[in-house]
C-alpha cells in the first residue's frame, strides 16, 4: 500500500469533513426512526439499520455494499459521544 501522496491525504480529510457534515445536518431526521441503532449511510442515503454492529456488517454484505465504502455510526437518543 505505501505512504500516501498528499492529494490523497486531502481527499481523505475532505472525505472525513463531509462525513461529518452529513451526520451534525441529518441527526435529528434520523432520532424518530433509527434512535439507539447502528446505522450505515452510502452515497447520501441510509443503506441499513441494525442493533447490533455486526448485524449491520451482515446487512451491508448481503446488498453487496463493501463497509469500506460507507458512514457508520451508533445514533443515541441522548447523542452523548463515547470516548474510546
Not at 26 to 44: I, W
Request: glycine share 4%; hydrophobic share 45%; aromatic share 10%.
Amino acid at each position: 500500500m505505501g505512504i500516501p501522496n498528499l492529494d490523497q491525504v486531502k481527499q481523505e480529510a475532505f472525505d472525513s469533513d463531509g462525513e461529518e457534515a452529513f451526520w451534525e445536518a441529518q441527526y435529528a431526521d434520523l432520532l424518530p426512526e433509527h434512535s439507539d441503532r447502528f446505522v450505515a449511510v452510502h452515497r447520501g442515503q441510509v443503506v441499513a439499520t441494525e442493533t447490533t454492529f455486526d448485524s449491520l456488517l451482515e446487512a451491508l454484505t448481503a446488498r453487496r455494499i463493501d463497509p469500506r465504502d460507507t458512514w457508520m455510526r451508533f445514533v443515541r437518543a441522548d447523542r452523548a459521544k463515547m470516548l474510546l
